[in-house]
């Protein structure tokens, strides 16, 4: 069952890349002409490039780099993080790599349906005039059902997608007995002579072979949803046969009418099937969609926790998959790009352009980060792990650099994403650190509060006060303010401090939550969590069974200090990047919401604060 789930989520995006990469090899702008020698050639480029890349670096190498379970590059980031006391430009290099998983979540929902529906070109071009809103009601569509969740439907991802394989492994095969000839494509020397024949155009066209692998990162980034042996017994079970099934039929059909490279997936089909095999196309290309936006969803909450975005809206749709979430803004925003580079390059060839410069570089970064895993944490000998790096890195910046000529036709549109969205993580990181620095000078040390709270009588009133600090160590300015202008203590005092620890979830639930007794009816409490859980306080503080402390929820309060940002020069930010981290603060999300907060339990203080 959870290879059958995992077909859907994991090679939804791989499973879709017969509809075009075998295209922009032949035919457009950076292909080369279907020539008996060319297509042996790409044909054993593609194959040995699933075997290299998918087979080897990310099912037999990549995917022993988990963190607790949870896989992807920011989770290999912070691994790196761990091993390395000098790891920052390293955490951040994978920072960057996640970055760019945004603008691959953008671009692939846009050129699989566009994709798919090009299909019904091959039928009449009639259609022609339709392609591109079909495109856009579709994508609408899949972006508005978000909110509802994907617990439901993924119940039929993998059949569909099983559906999908068998569909076009069959299209493949049929072509293949056609010209059996196209088999010799496994012999790497094809590949070789490929190159020898066409020089550097041969080096243009590898950008389009590496769409063929551009899924390859999803399957690191879902190893947390169904563990390594469904996927890598999915893959060479279903998915590596399948392709190859398809890609070699259509090398056989090019060989045989060279004509059909404007489209050989879908002028495989016999006419009868044509349009069965347009509406599973884009049910595959929708379920594709579907991984890389759940995964944006994810890297989404995992960059709040660590403290690379703002908080935001984030909506659990499933009672029981914590990883079923639901970020408004991320899809609404997501939904906006995909529907603007469907507009502004109307057909999957020109998107293709822009595909790829993403994931070469987010691979790249994955080798390298994967080869400082495997010296500092796992302790292989250099002559193991050097070789292998050299070797993978080797074919990475071949990539990297075909997908790199693309830069001027569209390639820029990934890589302006992704510099805004890194730019913006590190503003909000930097603002944060900023703002705990200026809050601690403002801030009375606790040590220094509490002797002076004894000195003074203060009236206490019945129930529980939970301050919400980011410095356990300094009394909150929501406190202060309290105190200033209401006079009054409850009877408990609780400071507590929500930490974010760099695994994905806490191994031992004892670990949550650790009180300490500061005498005078003060607590100090901290309340850690996984950067992938929900960060659930009241739910937290109710597992506390401390002598003399007790949260009774009809008596406890929680108070939260809401900071108003006034840009300045003082504090090492910039005065615009000042007002940037400002509208950040203003538009981040509600703090209640956030932590699970009861509404009607919450009291906010705000303060003025000058970074």
């Known amino acids: 069952m959870l290879c059958l789930a995992s077909l859907g989520i994991v090679y939804g995006d791989i499973g879709t890349s017969p509809l075009y990469a075998m295209r922009e090899c032949f035919y457009g702008q950076h292909s080369v002409p279907p020539t008996h020698a060319n297509v042996l050639g790409v044909l054993s480029l593609i194959l040995w490039s699933l075997i290299l890349i998918i087979s080897v670096k990310y099912l037999t190498l990549i995917l022993r780099a988990d963190n607790r379970g949870e896989g992807g590059i920011l989770a290999l980031a912070t691994l790196v993080s761990d091993v390395l006391r000098r790891g920052k430009f390293l955490f951040l290099l994978g920072l960057f790599g996640a970055a760019l998983l945004y603008a691959d979540g953008m671009i692939t929902p846009a050129i699989s349906v566009m994709g798919a529906i090009e299909g019904l070109h091959v039928a009449t071009p009639l259609f022609d005039p339709y392609v591109v ?40 095969l049929q072509q293949i007995i056609r010209a059996p000839q196209v088999l010799a494509a496994i012999n790497p020397i094809h590949g070789f ?62 060989l045989v009418q060279p004509e059909t490279a404007v489209n050989p997936f879908y002028r495989m089909a016999p006419s009868w099937a044509l349009y069965p095999m347009v509406v599973l196309a ?12 759940s995964g944006a969803f994810s890297l989404t909450m995992q960059a709040i926790q660590l403290g690379y975005s703002p908080r935001l809206k984030v909506v659990y749709t499933s009672a029981r998959i914590i990883g079923q979430i639901y970020v408004p803004v991320v899809n609404w925003g997501l939904m906006l790009a995909c529907i603007a580079l469907v507009l502004g390059f109307r057909t999957s060839s020109n998107l293709a352009a822009a595909y790829g410069v993403a994931i070469t570089t987010t691979m790249l970064i994955t080798t390298i980060l994967f080869y400082i895993v495997a010296r500092r944490r796992w302790h292989w000998p250099a002559s193991l792990a050097l070789p292998l790096a050299a ?45 705990r620095s200026r809050l601690s000078e403002i801030c009375i040390p606790l040590d220094a509060f509490l002797p002076e709270l004894k000195s003074q009588r203060i009236r206490r009133v019945p129930g529980t006060a939970v301050y919400m600090s980011g410095n356990r160590f300094g009394t909150p300015l929501a406190l202060l303010h309290n105190l200033k202008h209401n006079k009054v203590l409850h009877e408990q005092v609780v400071l507590l401090t929500v930490r974010t620890e760099e695994v994905p979830y806490l191994a031992n639930a004892k670990d949550r939550v650790a009180v300490e007794n500061l005498d005078e009816g003060f607590w100090r409490a901290q309340v850690h969590f996984g950067f992938m859980e929900k960060p659930d306080v009241p739910a937290a503080l109710d597992r506390v069974k401390q002598t003399g402390l007790r949260f009774d929820p009809m008596r406890t309060t929680y108070f939260i200090g809401r900071e108003t ?47």
Request: contains cysteine.
């Open 133 to 172: 809103p079909i495109a856009v009601v579709i994508l609408v569509g899949l972006f508005l059902f978000q909110s509802r969740g994907t617990t439901g439907v993924g119940t039929v991802f993998g059949p569909v997608t099983m559906l999908w394989f068998v569909a076009i492994s069959l299209l493949g």
């Open 565 to 611: 940002i006034l840009a300045t020069r003082k504090l090492g930010l910039s005065s615009w990047r000042g007002s940037l981290f400002a509208w950040m603060t203003r538009n981040a999300g509600d703090v209640t919401s956030y932590f699970c907060l009861p509404p009607n339990g919450v009291v906010e203080l705000g303060a003025r604060v000058e970074v």
């Open 391 to 435: 070797f993978f890195i080797t074919i990475d910046l071949a990539f990297f650099g075909a997908n790199m000529l693309k830069v001027a036709h569209g390639g820029w549109f990934p890589l302006l994403v992704s510099a805004a969205i890194i730019f913006l993580m590190l503003t909000w990181r930097k603002g944060r650190r900023v703002l």
């Open 282 to 293: 884009t049910a595959a290309a929708v379920i594709a969609s579907q991984a890389i936006i």
């Open 193 to 254: 002579e490929f190159f020898m024949i066409n020089g550097s155009r041969g080096f243009v066209v590898l950008g389009a072979v590496f769409l063929v692998v551009t899924g390859g990162e999803a399957l690191y980034a879902d190893i947390g949803h169904f563990g390594t042996a469904p996927i890598r017994l999915t893959w060479f079970a279903i998915v590596l046969p399948a392709l190859t099934l398809n890609y070699f039929g259509q090398g056989a059909l090019l």
